[in-house]
Structure formats: structure tokens, C-alpha cells
């Protein structure tokens, strides 16, 4: 392949499109007809051009919106059979738009670096990733009521499968919770209530906070699944910690993600995030079997990241940007935003779609975009 | 010709502000001092809310501030001097902060001097985030962390605590603050400080906030309606501003007579309320303002918010006249874009044709035959605008009167343009623009091969069509939205329009196997709408094929894949792949994958190829060749399709027998505790998931099953052959096994209590008592069968219920979001304030719907020049 005169395209073609020329173009093409291709595509290309005001936003917005009567509000499906269940559909796609927070499943896919990622050790690893508490390698909680201690009976399987010796959990406990713990037999660890005088009530509120307390793995990595995926193994988890997950030294920071758009942005930042949105968009595109071109996305995606940082397509996001007075108030709470108005004089320039339609005047947009101008001096 | 009708301004800006009291008075053009509308002659009286100061909304009398008549004069605003200053329930928040942060004796914010301009970044940073609400709070921050919400930085003066009982009472310590000492402490507030809240003194002052005169809207804005019976029904506003002006004057009185405080106070806090609910009928401590009839009063706030109110419902949203609406049902013997529109329809829709000498005797005939004969004129328009209907009387006379510049308003004709749309219009293809062809009988009719754009059927639904009136408004109808220039999808790049149902059947029969006499094939190309036969075969029996060759252009070649192909890359079957070379189907038959919507690439191909025109009438052709053939060979599906041969039965039977029974060991495993448990999952939480699977590899067997046995030669399986309508699924429920009903993706296993029918064994997990259904359609269900299936039915429809509210929100706030973006000169796309969101539409520049699929078909360039 004449590598020189790609090289001469490079400027003029996508590179998408000259990998696809390169993928597709026989052995034994000869320089002449290479050119040639190269030229007819060239011709093609400029064709294809979008035209000035064009209507963009609008398009991208139909395209997304229009599918979505198709998509189905199923919440949890089954992906394959032994995998966790997932918000897909159009519970999905509006969870990503919203920006929001708090997602309903989030996950993460953890890959791994090479000796573990043939499977060595995976389930300890995997282990090792998972939050566990004290409660999930306790078998019993009791309140000593003579001595006024708690006293927890561990269960000496579970902790050897998270890989934890009792003077270990012990150590840790003491760490996360400021308490006065002992060991007693192998498997029993004792509470002692700091001051004498505390009331049942009390030491029954510590219990449960015992309970609750962290002892090893990454905050937040509620469940773990190791997975076979192609020829190599990943962990497939429930609730995301990207920041504490990619610190960790066997796992492979480059492939590793979350689903969770918003913390993607907070760790790796807007950039990350933009392409997460997109990423996670077209999931639930291609899951739902429909056909929605990428540009649309991305262009939702860029405008939800364009500001520097992520904003969702609500009324306190996106909407709540707009520079014209009338197009906020023509979305939501109308009286609100003509209230903020009037205190500080807002001028609305009317340079916008929605204003002018209301006002009855031709829209800055498609055939109404070219002007004149006018010399005045001739 | 009329000049005024080419001067042209455009609305530059809006300023938004607040009235003072001073403009107030100002501008108004009466002070309403009585709560009385109407005197004894029933003449709306002076200083009343219907004084004839504000506006007219009576024929025949005239406007006493502008002098015009009704319809002519906007109306004038008036205004109400209030006894006692009334708080604007809008301005509540604002006023509690102004409290809460100033002194309340030096009226300066709590912040130290040398210290207003450390923070005036953060409150800047702080509106950007939250608005002015965000600011104000900012504000709260600063002084809370300063310390000095109890002593005053500048006086020294001690701090009350300030609490607002909702929805306008102000307490300060115990003591309430009457709006009196409100407002003094507000005058008393610097505009400098004013800043720091983020009001601009020069539009606002915070005193304002406290309403001392209270603006009069004109009464056309609250026009009266007379009932049938000659009574005078008022609007909710003038109802709401005579009680406002009523408790007033009593407050007046009262306050001249020197009345004791306590009836002052209550009649002040009476007004407090009415003023508050002709703002806002809805706020959530108040009871609202009722009619007598108990309904709620829709004042001023009611009147702009929400779906209904002004700016959604009057302003974002518009009404149109010629405009018509009726039932649609198909024609495939009209193009596929045009539109058949109704005689009554076309009628009593026009166009304005303009009157110039050459068309004069042409269009004088339109006036002859008047409304009333086809095709005539309705209206005919002066050159000074006015407008004059044509009836028997006047027809005569406006005969003699029109000459050039006079416009005539003629029926609508063959060829016009006509806007056609079917609701929901989600995307740009649910309204495109039409050839108007006139029909007979009273429907629109349309070709079936657009209904998938407008995702239309005939079950009964229902469409609008529109007629542009401008010379412009047509042009971007023919140029922007005719049918042709949408035949690519925007979404994916790929048709949207494409041969379906018969039409993709008839073709595939014909492309089959088909022979037919050249009569024959003859006839059914003149049917199709093509004359030129020398492109057939010169021999006694023609095949499909050579029809089918008939309709492609002279030079078209393509190399394409149909349905029935399985790998794409390797030589498949011959009549799965398709090769047309020169004009010639040299092999492969069609299907949906070549001419249907979507995925058709041969359609795709010829419109790179030949251009948008051509490929309509190409696909008009085609449509039409599938339409024939298929009432030329006989075509129907029947029960008997699903019939199958004694041995598959049997092995049907034996598939379910061995599933079954594969869940039979399943379930005893799972009582007997020997089932491995999936990572993850409970023990029942695997028994489900296996027994599922289990279920589904049973289900597809059959389905392999019947599509093996199934006759080949039933009209069932060819249109699914065809991929005209129905799937190897379908077949398999009609002929073999329903299969499983699911919901919320698992068996049904709700019902009552461990069981979900009564009919079963409390924690049965048998498939059948979990909604497995073994027989199929024609066999019939059981009892318990039909109900399971109902359920699923049921769930559907929630889904399908509760899906559509859910999504068109998301549409609404995604195109509220982006309808400003554009593509600008330089590429780069932007929005309405020339942020840059984009530096290149989609980072390659490519116009989906000119591309094919998103992308240049390299693969077809490439195969253009090698076989050069």
C-alpha cells in the first residue's frame, strides 16, 4: 500500500474514513487506481459537507427523541446469564442525560494487568476489591447485658475467603471505629463499651454501627463478578469507586471503567466524561437494537460538557445556561425566570429560536440565517 | 402598491424591568376608585374596572384615552392607590434576605466595609452556579461565617432574628413587622449594597417590592363575555381586582373614620390576601380564590404558566388557518408523493394567485364559476388588503372590479403544494411537503409506502395538511420538505421510504421462480406505469427476473445480499446474493434487506446513483410491479399454512417432554440443595435463571423445528421468506408453542399467596404453573394459559402507557436544550450566543442524511475502480 499517498490525503479525509480505504482496498491495487479511489471519495466527502445553518441541535434532538417511544421502560434485564442486572432502556438513557449523581445501578468493569488477567488468583483478588464489613464475616451479634459488652461470633469460613485473619479484622475494625475490641477464643471478638454508665440503648446503638463497619476492600464495590470476557478475565462489579479502584497496582488504569458518567468526570474530568456519556448512550442504543447515528450523541454529549464542566439537560443544567430570558421561561417555571429578570434588568437579545417564534419574526437558524449587508457609505 | 405592507422593523431587544410606583401613575390613564362595573344604563362607570379609559371591548364605542374603536385600541393601563402598603407575594424570598442581612437600624449589609470587596468575586462565582438565588445565598454564607448575623459591623446595633411566617408574615422577635416599617427599611437600603444582591438598583429598588399604588391591566386583557341570556359574565381578573378595589375603598373609610386597629388590620391583612391571589391563586399556604361555583380563579400567574398558559400555549405554539384534517387511507396508484386530497377539502382550501395581465383571463375564469363549481375562487383581495367573498350576489361585480395587483384566492389544484403531517410529529419526516392531487370520496389519500415516516397505518388514524400561502413558504416546502429530499433518514443515513407488506411479497414471488407469457408480462409492466417493453426478452415465456430488470436503469450495477444470506463475506447461495449488472437481475431474489426500508441498500444505491427524483419514481415503479404481480398470482394465507406433517408433532412433543423434564431435575436439585449456585445469586435466584434457559433453548429448537417442516409453498412462510410481514417466531406460536410469558423478565410468579393461580400446588415451580404455555394458537391455550398470556398482554400496554409520557419529556427537554445549535460559515457548530459547542459537526463535517450510513461507502468506490 502506497503509505505517501495517504499521507498526501491526510489533511483533506477523515482518518476514519482513510483506515476504512486501507482496511478494504485489495493487495494487488496499483498506485494509479489507489489515487483514483482516494479522488472519487474526496469528491464524495466534499459533497457530503452539512450546510450552514443547518439546524443541528434539532436533528440531534429528533433522532434521540424519536427512538425513544420504541425503547422499553424494562429497568433490569438479563444480560447473558450469569451477570448482574442493569438499568438499560429508557430509564438508562435518561438517567445519563439527567447528569445525575446518583445512579440506579452502578457498576464498573475492572480490568486487570497482566499475570492476574489469565486468571491467576482472581477470585481473591476480586475479594480483595469488595467492600466487606464486619457483619459479612460475622455469623452472630450479642449484648453481654451483665457486662454490658457486645460480643460478635465470627464466621472463620467467610473470613478465610476474604482472606482476613481474626487479629487482622481485629486491627482493622480498631481502625475504622475508635473501639475497645479483644480476641477471645478464635472466633469471638469482644466489644467493650468505653464508659460504664452507657445505657442498653447505647451499646445497642454501637452494635449496629459495629455492624455496619468497614473493615478491607474499596468503599462503595458493593458486589464483585469475575468474568471471562474474550480470552481474558475482568471483574464485573456493583457500586463504583473509579479514584480508590485505579490506585489499586494489579488492576490495568486504562481500561478500567465505571458506568457512572459523573464520577468518571470528577476523577479523570470533562473530557473523560464527555466520551463515558457517549459510550453509555450508544450501550443502550445498540442493547435496544435501534439505529441512531453517533454524531447525534456526541453532539448531546458535547453540549452537556461544552461549559468545562458536566451539565445535565434539565432546568437547572443546560436550560438554565441560556442567555435569553424567553427561552428559559418558555421551558420551565416561566415565572421564575421573568421574576430574576426584572431585578436586574435582563436585556434578551432574541437571538435565539424560541423568542423569535414567540414574537413572530423569521429565526436565526436554516433559510433564515444569511443577511445582508449593506454598505451605507455608497 | 401598498407601501405599508413592505415596511418591515424587527424587534432588536427586550429589556425586562419593574414598574415603579412613580411609572405606574405614569403611565396609567385612570385611577379606579369604585368596585362598581356597570352603571343603571348598564354603561361601564367612570373610575370603575371597566372604565372606557381602558380600552373598549364593546362594538361601537370608543376608546376615551386613544379614541379608536374596538379591536383598533390595545388598551391602557389604569391604576389603584392602596390604603396601606401590600407586600408582592412574588417578592417574599427577596425581602426576607434583604431583612435577614441589613441592619436594622443602619440598613447597611452585615458585612465589615474593608470586606464587601474580598467577596464580591465569590457572590459573582456563586450567581453563575445558582442564579440569583445562589447569590442571596452566598450572601446568607458570608455573614454566618463573618458572625455578624447579631451585631451590626457598621452601628454596632444589636440584630433581631428575623423569621417569616408563610405565606407573608414577617416576625421579628415575637413582634410582627408591618409591611409600613418594611418598606421604610428598604427605602433606607444604598444602591451600592443593593449590588450585592445582585439587583440593579437603576431597574429595582428593593422598596418597590412593597406595592404602595397597584397597576389597573387594560380590559381587554380581561374582556367580558355576554351569555346567551344577555347577562354580563366578568373575568376572573376583574372579579379578583373588584374585590382588591372594594376591601380598599372599605379600608379608606375606615381608616378616615378612625376606626379601632384591630378592624384596620384585619381588613389590611384582607387585601394583603386578595392582592397576593391576583398574583397567584396557587400558593401553597393560602386557600385559593374560588368562583362561586368552587373552581379556583386563573389570575396572572396561572394565566402564563404551564402547558395552557401564554407562553407555551399562545406564544412557543401557534394556530393556522388553511389547514384540513380527515381520515387517511392508502392509494398506491398515486405517486409516492403526492397526497389525495378531497373535493369538499379542495374547495375550501385556496391559494392567492396575484393578477397580472397574462394570467387575468386565465384566473377571471376561477371567478365565474365561483365557490360553488370546481375548480373556482372563494375570496378575492383589493391591492389595499381588503378582502371580499365571492357569492352569487357579488360575483357579478367583482367581476367588472378585478384588474392586475387584485389577488385571487383559488381552489386548491393539481400540483400544488401541500404541508402534510400526522401526530406526534417526532421527527422532521412527520411533515413533509406533498403534490396535492384531488380525489374523489372524502378521505386523504396517500401511497403506502410513506406511512413509515409519519409511522401512519389505517386503523383509523387521522391527518392535517397544511397550504402554504407565500411564494416563500412554497419555495421551502418544494425545496426543504418535499418528500423526495427526505427519503434518507437524518437518524442513521439509510432510506426511510421503501417498498413494504404486498409490495416486498409480490416482488419476491416475482424475483422467485416466476414465468409468465409475454402477454402477461406486458400487461402487468403497462399496470406499473412503464411503456417502454424493449427491454424484455424477445422469447414466448418470460421470468420475474427480466420484468423485474425491466424497471432498472440501462447502466445500474450491484452487487447486494438478501435476508436468507447468513455469512456476508463468503459465496452463499445464489439466491442469496443478488447481482444486478447493467439493467440485468442476472441473479438472487428481492426481499426486504434490497427494497425495504432501512436497510435497503439496492434503493440506497440507486439514489447516490440517480438523485432523489429518479428514485422515486423508481421506488413508485417498484412499489406498484410488487402491488401486481401479487393480484395477478393469487396471494392468501390460511389456517391450514400452520399445518405440520405427523413427525414433526412428534418431535415437537419430544422436545417439550425432554425440557420439561430437564426442569423437573432442576427443580428436585434445587430441593435437594445440590444445585451450584450462580456467583452472586440466591439458590431460587439460579433455579429461575436455569430454568429459563432451559425453556428458551426448547423454545428455539422448535422454532428450527417448524421453519424445517413448515410447507414452503404457504403464504405464511413466503411473506416471512420475504420479510414482509411476520417471523419464524410468529409461525412457531400459531403452529407449535406459545413458549414462555415473562414479565419483568422472570416467570410470572406473582398471584396469590406461593401460587398464582388457585388451579395449582401452592409452590409449584412446574413450568406450566409458572406461565409456560406448551401449546400453540391453533391448538388453543388452557384456562390458566389465557390468563397467563393476558397478564403479558396487560404488562405491555402498562410498559407501552407509561413509556410514551416518560419520553416525550426527555424529547422536550433535549430539543428545549439544543434547537439553538447551528452550523455556522466556518463549520463550527454553536449556539444562539456564539459559544462554540463543536469545531467541526461531528468531527468530520459529514451531513448524515447526505451520507450512507453515516459514513462514504468506501467499498463501492473501491470495486467502481477496479472493475474500471
Known amino acids: 500500500m502506497d503509505e505517501e499517498l495517504f499521507k498526501e490525503y491526510e489533511d483533506k479525509l477523515p482518518p476514519a474514513i482513510l483506515e476504512n480505504i486501507r482496511k478494504n482496498a485489495p493487495e494487488k491495487i496499483t498506485k494509479a487506481q489507489l489515487k483514483k479511489v482516494l479522488e472519487l471519495t474526496l469528491k464524495e466527502y466534499e459533497e457530503m459537507a452539512i450546510e450552514p445553518g443547518e439546524s443541528v441541535g434539532v436533528i440531534s434532538a429528533e433522532s434521540i427523541g424519536e427512538p425513544g417511544t420504541q425503547m422499553t421502560l424494562n429497568t433490569f434485564h438479563f444480560a447473558g446469564v450469569a451477570e448482574m442486572n442493569v438499568t438499560t432502556g429508557l430509564p438508562r438513557i435518561i438517567e445519563i442525560l439527567d447528569g445525575r449523581k446518583a445512579l440506579s445501578t452502578p457498576m464498573m468493569e475492572i480490568y486487570l494487568q497482566k499475570p492476574y488477567s489469565t486468571g491467576k488468583d482472581i477470585k481473591k483478588i476480586a475479594l480483595m476489591v469488595k467492600e466487606t464489613k464486619v457483619c459479612d464475616v460475622a455469623s ?5 447485658l451483665a457486662d454490658s459488652t457486645i460480643e460478635i461470633k465470627l464466621d472463620k469460613q467467610k473470613l478465610e475467603e476474604v482472606g482476613l485473619t481474626p487479629s487482622t479484622l481485629v486491627k482493622n475494625i480498631e481502625k475504622a471505629m475508635k473501639v475497645n475490641l479483644k480476641l477471645k477464643d478464635d472466633d469471638l471478638v469482644v466489644v467493650k463499651t468505653s464508659s460504664k454508665e452507657s445505657s442498653l440503648n447505647e451499646v445497642y446503638k454501637l452494635k449496629e454501627k459495629i455492624k455496619d463497619a468497614y473493615v478491607q476492600g474499596i468503599k462503595g464495590i458493593l458486589q464483585v463478578l469475575p468474568v471471562k470476557r474474550g480470552d481474558e478475565f475482568i471483574i464485573i462489579t456493583a457500586g463504583t469507586n473509579l479514584r480508590k479502584v485505579l490506585e489499586l497496582e494489579f488492576v490495568d488504569p486504562v481500561r478500567t471503567v465505571s458506568n457512572d458518567v459523573y464520577e468518571i468526570g470528577e476523577v479523570l474530568g470533562v473530557e473523560a466524561a464527555r466520551q463515558a456519556i457517549i459510550n453509555e448512550i450508544l450501550k443502550v442504543v445498540d442493547s435496544q437494537g435501534l439505529n441512531i447515528d453517533k454524531r447525534h450523541i456526541m453532539l448531546v454529549a458535547d453540549m452537556m460538557c461544552f461549559s468545562g464542566d458536566l451539565k445535565g439537560i434539565t432546568r437547572y443544567g443546560i436550560v438554565q445556561e441560556k442567555a435569553s430570558v424567553l427561552a428559559r421561561a418558555s421551558f420551565e417555571t416561566p415565572i421564575k425566570h421573568i421574576i430574576d429578570a426584572a431585578l436586574v434588568g435582563e436585556v434578551d437579545k432574541l437571538n435565539s429560536v424560541v423568542e423569535n417564534v414567540m414574537i413572530n419574526q423569521p429565526l436565526p437558524i436554516g433559510t433564515g440565517l444569511p443577511s445582508l449587508i449593506v454598505d451605507a457609505k455608497k | ?244 378595589v372594594r376591601i380598599n375603598q372599605r379600608l379608606f373609610e375606615n381608616i378616615n373614620a378612625g376606626a379601632p386597629e384591630i378592624i384596620i388590620e384585619d381588613l389590611w391583612d384582607l387585601l394583603q390576601y386578595h392582592v397576593t391571589t391576583f398574583f397567584d391563586n396557587d400558593i401553597a399556604q393560602l386557600p385559593p380564590a374560588r368562583h362561586r361555583s368552587g373552581q379556583p380563579l386563573k389570575t396572572i400567574s396561572e394565566r402564563i404558566k404551564s402547558k395552557e398558559g401564554r407562553i407555551r400555549h ?12 380527515t381520515v387517511i387511507s392508502p392509494d398506491p396508484m398515486i405517486a409516492i408523493g403526492e397526497v389525495g386530497v378531497p373535493y369538499v377539502v379542495a374547495m375550501k382550501l385556496t391559494v392567492p394567485e396575484r393578477i397580472t395581465e397574462w394570467n387575468m383571463a386565465y384566473l377571471k375564469e376561477f371567478v365565474k364559476r365561483g365557490p360553488k363549481s370546481y375548480p373556482g375562487s372563494n375570496y378575492i383581495v383589493r391591492p389595499d388588503g381588503k378582502k371580499k367573498k365571492i357569492t352569487d350576489e357579488t360575483q357579478e361585480q367583482l367581476l367588472e372590479e378585478i384588474q392586475p395587483g387584485y389577488i385571487i384566492e383559488r381552489h386548491l389544484m393539481d400540483g400544488d403544494v401541500a404541508v402534510f403531517n400526522r401526530q406526534p410529529s417526532l421527527h422532521r419526516m412527520s411533515m413533509m411537503a406533498h403534490r396535492v392531487r384531488v380525489l374523489p370520496d372524502k378521505t386523504f389519500r396517500l401511497n403506502p409506502a410513506v406511512c413509515h415516516p409519519y409511522n401512519a397505518d389505517f386503523d383509523g388514524d387521522e391527518m392535517n395538511l397544511h397550504i402554504p400561502q407565500t411564494e416563500e413558504a412554497r419555495a421551502e416546502a418544494e425545496i426543504l420538505m418535499m418528500v423526495e429530499t427526505q427519503l434518507i433518514s437524518p437518524r442513521y443515513g439509510l432510506s426511510i421510504i421503501g417498498c413494504v407488506q404486498d409490495s416486498i411479497t409480490g416482488l419476491y414471488i416475482l424475483t422467485k421462480d416466476l414465468e409468465m407469457s409475454r402477454e402477461d408480462a406486458i400487461d402487468l409492466l403497462t399496470q406499473v406505469g412503464v411503456t417502454d417493453y424493449s427491454k424484455l426478452p424477445a422469447k414466448k415465456t418470460i421470468t420475474g427476473k427480466d420484468v423485474f430488470s425491466a424497471l432498472l436503469p440501462e447502466d445500474f450495477s450491484f452487487n447486494g445480499h438478501s435476508k436468507s444470506c447468513k455469512s456476508k463475506e463468503a459465496e452463499c447461495h445464489d439466491s442469496a446474493h443478488v447481482v444486478i449488472k447493467n439493467g440485468k437481475l442476472l441473479q438472487g431474489i428481492m426481499d426486504s434487506a434490497n427494497i425495504g426500508q432501512g436497510a435497503g441498500l439496492l434503493l440506497r444505491t440507486i439514489h447516490k446513483k440517480h438523485g432523489q427524483r429518479y428514485t422515486m419514481e423508481f421506488l413508485g415503479r417498484l412499489f ?127 398471584g396469590y399467596a406461593d401460587r398464582t393461580l388457585s388451579c395449582f400446588n401452592r409452590n409449584d415451580l412446574m413450568p406450566s404453573a409458572r406461565g409456560f404455555i406448551r401449546y400453540g394458537f391453533k391448538t388453543g391455550l388452557s384456562p390458566s394459559e389465557f390468563f397467563f398470556a393476558a397478564m403479558t398482554g396487560r404488562d405491555s400496554l402498562m410498559d407501552t402507557a407509561l413509556r410514551t409520557p416518560k419520553s416525550g419529556y426527555l424529547y422536550r427537554r433535549l430539543a428545549n436544550a439544543m434547537q439553538d445549535l447551528r452550523v455556522e460559515y466556518d463549520h463550527t457548530v454553536r449556539d444562539a450566543s456564539g459559544k462554540i459547542v463543536q469545531f467541526q459537526y461531528g468531527e468530520d463535517n459529514i451531513d448524515i442524511s447526505k451520507s450512507e450510513g453515516g459514513t462514504i461507502n468506501v467499498k463501492r468506490l473501491i470495486e467502481q475502480v477496479m472493475n474500471e
Open chain 1, 140 to 144: 452472630e451479634f450479642e449484648i453481654n
Open chain 2, 1 to 244: 402598491m401598498d407601501k405599508e405592507r413592505f415596511t418591515y422593523k424587527k424587534v432588536d431587544s427586550l429589556v425586562f424591568g419593574m414598574l415603579s410606583p412613580k411609572l405606574i401613575k405614569k403611565m396609567a390613564s385612570a385611577k379606579i376608585v369604585t368596585p362598581e362595573l356597570y352603571d343603571k344604563e348598564g354603561y361601564p362607570v367612570d373610575g370603575g374596572l371597566l372604565d372606557i379609559r381602558l380600552g373598549v371591548i364593546d362594538p361601537g364605542l370608543k376608546c376615551k384615552t386613544c379614541g379608536s374603536k374596538l379591536k383598533e385600541c390595545t388598551g391602557h393601563f389604569g391604576y389603584i392607590e392602596l390604603a396601606r402598603p401590600i407586600i408582592h407575594i412574588k417578592f417574599v424570598g427577596l425581602v426576607l434576605t434583604l431583612l435577614r442581612c441589613t441592619c436594622r437600624e443602619c440598613a447597611k449589609v452585615l458585612i465589615p466595609k474593608n470586606k464587601v470587596d474580598k467577596f464580591s468575586g465569590e457572590l459573582d462565582a456563586a450567581e453563575k452556579e445558582g442564579g440569583l438565588e445562589g447569590r442571596r445565598r452566598k450572601v446568607k454564607e458570608i455573614i454566618a461565617s463573618l458572625k455578624t448575623i447579631n451585631k451590626c459591623p457598621h452601628c454596632k446595633a444589636r440584630q433581631l432574628k428575623i423569621a417569616l411566617e408563610k405565606p407573608y408574615t414577617f416576625i421579628e422577635a415575637d413582634k410582627r413587622i408591618s409591611p409600613i416599617e418594611i418598606r421604610t427599611r428598604m427605602e433606607k437600603l444604598s444602591d451600592e449594597d443593593c449590588t450585592v444582591f445582585g439587583i440593579n438598583p437603576q431597574v429595582m429598588r428593593p422598596e418597590w417590592a412593597v406595592l404602595t399604588v397597584m397597576p389597573i391591566p387594560p380590559v381587554t386583557i380581561r374582556p367580558s363575555i355576554t351569555l346567551e341570556s344577555g347577562e354580563r359574565s366578568e373575568d376572573d381578573l376583574t372579579h379578583k381586582l373588584g374585590d382588591i
Open chain 2, 314 to 325: 399562545n406564544l412557543a405554539g401557534k394556530r393556522t388557518n388553511f389547514s384540513a384534517r
Open chain 2, 624 to 750: 406498484r410491479l410488487g402491488v401486481f404481480t401479487l393480484m395477478k398470482v393469487g396471494f392468501s394465507a390460511g389456517i391450514a399454512d400452520t399445518d405440520l406433517p405427523e413427525e414433526a408433532k412428534k418431535k415437537i412433543q419430544d422436545v417439550l417432554d425432554k425440557a420439561e423434564q430437564d426442569v423437573d431435575m432442576l427443580i428436585k436439585s434445587y430441593h435437594s440443595r445440590e444445585l451450584e449456585v450462580f456467583p452472586g445469586k440466591t439458590l431460587l435466584e439460579t433455579l429461575e435463571l436455569r430454568i429459563l434457559e432451559v425453556l428458551n433453548k426448547g423454545r428455539n429448537k422448535i422454532g428450527s423445528l417448524v421453519t424445517e417442516y413448515a410447507k414452503e409453498k404457504t403464504g405464511t412462510i413466503t411473506m416471512s421468506r420475504s420479510g414482509g410481514r411476520g417471523t419464524p417466531i410468529n409461525m412457531a406460536q400459531m403452529a407449535a408453542c406459545v413458549g414462555q410469558q415473562a414479565m419483568r423478565g422472570k416467570r410470572i410468579d406473582l
